[in-house]
């Protein structure tokens, strides 16, 4: 059977070539790895922020993954960076406002983790907490979402919404890996909500009126092979790009 071609919006990795420092579009293994085992092909965009090129690479692929990574420059929602911010990646955010709707001109299957969710949710118009213990109102009595536990480990519940595709791969209530210091703060036009955890935090969002564009808050690639509900989530997504 032809697997679907997944598109990946790469990470942004500084190394020294040549005595100077560069940046590199890189791709975590776990999402490959995940992707290969559900069936996929994963293909690592290049930095190319150029429209024509975007269109035809993603005439190339089935479906797209957002991955995670560096903090969302809040310029995007209109904010200026707050101190405790993280580094951001701005050449990915150029990138990846510019490849979203030429995507979804296309109707193709996307999921984004982490980083890709906030991403995502800025695009569509929404905005994110850009540091959860300086701006939550509700720090400390948050659960701790940047865990120091491996990222195979689950280390706070979420609870989903009945009668979602998330609630199909995980059922109602589901242990999650955690490790973000942003989070949604105002979800986007289009999107709704398809997990939180105990604390209110937003979890999981998807958009109703598109064919599929499942977003969570968690690390699914690094939870697969061990944790089932992650592989269905992974399974779904290729099923839907085939
Ligand atoms: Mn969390």
Redesign the pocket.
């Known amino acids: 059977m032809k697997r679907p071609v997944i598109g990946i919006t790469p990470n942004y990795a500084v190394m020294d070539y040549m005595g100077v420092s560069q940046g590199y579009p890189y791709t975590p293994r776990g999402y490959a790895g995940s992707i290969l085992r559900a069936g996929g092909i994963p293909l690592t965009f290049p930095f190319a922020p150029d429209e024509d090129i975007l269109r035809q690479l993603i005439g190339l692929c089935d479906g797209f993954l957002f991955t995670g990574g560096q903090d969302v420059d809040p310029a995007i929602y209109g904010e200026m960076p707050w101190d405790k911010i993280g580094a951001t990646a701005p050449l990915r955010d150029i990138q990846e406002k510019m490849l979203l709707p030429l995507i979804m001109e296309t109707g193709k299957p996307v999921i984004g983790h982490c980083r890709g969710m906030q991403m995502i949710n800025c695009v569509l118009g929404g905005s994110l907490y850009q540091d959860l213990p300086t701006q939550h109102p509700s720090f400390p009595n948050l ?1 701790n ?1 940047s865990q120091s536990e491996k990222a195979v480990f689950p280390t ?1 519940r979420v609870d989903i919404r009945e009668g979602t595709l998330l609630a199909s791969c995980y059922g109602l209530t589901a242990e999650v890996n ?1 490790f ?1 210091h942003q989070a949604v703060r105002t979800v986007a036009p289009g999107l709704s909500v398809t997990a939180t ?1 105990p604390d209110g ?1 937003i ?1 999981g969002l998807e958009m109703k009126d598109y064919p599929y564009l499942q977003l969570v ?2 690390h699914p690639e690094e939870m697969t092979p061990q944790h089932e509900g992650a592989n269905r989530w992974f399974a779904a997504f290729i099923d839907a790009c085939r």
């Open positions: 659960l979402h706070h955690s973000h955890a935090m979890e808050q968690w």
